[in-house]
């Protein structure tokens, strides 16, 4: 089967061999296809606007393990739930005034809301946890499977643990091959990191555990309320949000940061700036994430370029960092590289 053609509905239709055969567009009848594999409790990595995702039933306890050993992700470490709005949300999380305002103001898109979780939740994805972080993805086809499934899916970012995360199909299947044999392709995420993860659970205090492309500022100015916003960087499990791992999104190739005056690369050196260079020092080869320097464009190239160029062969990877203080995505942006060079 080439990209291009459907599946049909078949309960066995295998992967064809050959590159990237196991990405499939996102016809009608590849997602109704796909809806009931994940029904019976098989894997699908799916688009978002943030980044590729691989899903699972969230109340299928087997398939939840499935992405865990795919992905080698410690079993401390919990899963988002994707929904297809909120009152699938509230189905499965206590669901609240506040979790409603931010609804109405941000979904579908990259907020992820902390909740204390229903019963149908099972352990596995939240980690034994009694909260569960939900979310409804700003992507038309993967908003179709959920609702064609019926029930939330339970989806990490879909890389390998500690891996830079997938920001384009092709992302995924360089990564796992055919450990996951059924990648819809949503093209490059609008956004390409990962969403802002919000904690609601607490009555007391609101704060962001992860930040993304919605800031604690715009979710403090929806609520009214102060939210805190606790990048912390701690290095060991477990931990009240363990993806706030210090070390993670890492590239193989040595990564180190730079603010301010270039390094002198040497010509099996690459670097990276933030936006197109004026001038380049040394004989390294040099590249930028952005023409502009926006924030947006940079997080939309930031892990494919950090993928491209880590499997080039380069002896050490050069990258500008955003200076501090920084707010909104670039606040994102500098998280993702920090943990990206951290050892
Ligand atoms: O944009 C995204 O959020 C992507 C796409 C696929 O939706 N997903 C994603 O999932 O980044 P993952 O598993 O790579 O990161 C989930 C983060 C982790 O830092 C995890 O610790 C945290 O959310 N998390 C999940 N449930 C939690 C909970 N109940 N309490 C605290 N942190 C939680
Ligand atoms: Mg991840």
């Known amino acids: 089967m080439v990209a291009g053609h459907t599946l049909g509905f078949s309960k066995k239709a295998p992967p064809d061999t050959g590159a990237f055969s196991f990405i499939y567009p996102p016809t009608k009848d590849n997602l109704t296809y796909f809806a009931s594999l994940l029904k019976e409790g098989g894997l699908v990595a799916i688009p978002t606007e943030t980044v590729y995702g691989l899903a699972a039933k969230a109340t299928d306890i087997a398939a939840c393990q499935t ?46 809301i902390i909740l204390r979780k229903k019963p149908c939740i ?86 962001v555990l992860r930040p993304g492309a919605i800031s604690a500022e715009a979710i403090s100015d929806v609520l009214k309320e102060p939210v805190l916003s606790t990048t912390k960087q701690i290095k060991d499990l477990p931990l009240s949000s363990p993806g706030t791992l210090l070390s993670h999104y890492s590239p193989t190739t040595p ?13 099996t050196e690459a670097v990276i700036f933030l936006k197109a ?52 995505l670039m606040l994102a942006i500098r998280d993702r590289l920090t943990r990206a060079a951290a050892k």
Request: aromatic fraction near 8%; include cysteine.
């Open 122 to 207: 099972p352990d596995i994805v939240t980690a034994g946890l009694d909260t569960v972080a939900i979310r409804c993805p700003r992507h038309p086809d993967t908003l179709s499977l959920i609702t064609e499934v019926g029930t939330g899916l339970a989806a990490p970012s879909a890389n390998p643990f500690g891996y830079i995360s997938p920001s384009r199909a092709k992302h995924v299947a360089d990564s796992f091959g055919e450990r996951v044999p059924y990648i819809i392709d949503g093209g490059s995420c609008e956004i390409g990191l990962e969403s802002t993860v919000l904690d609601l659970s607490d009555n007391t205090t609101i704060s």
């Open 67 to 112: 992405v865990f050993t795919i992905k080698g992700r410690p079993l401390i470490d919990p899963l988002i739930v994707h929904v297809d709005g909120p009152e699938m949300a509230a189905k499965l999380a206590e669901w609240n005034d506040r979790a409603d305002c931010l609804a109405k103001a941000f979904w579908p898109g990259p907020l992820s």
């Open 255 to 267: 990564l180190e940061l730079f603010s301010g005056i270039p390094p002198t690369a040497s010509a």
């Open 277 to 328: 260079p004026q001038n380049r020092l040394g004989n390294g080869q040099t590249f930028w994430f952005s023409e502009s320097g926006e924030a947006e464009e940079i997080a939309r190239t930031l892990f494919d370029l950090l993928r491209k160029l880590d499997r080039a062969g380069f002896t050490r990877i050069y990258c500008e960092i955003p200076a501090a203080p920084a707010v909104g």
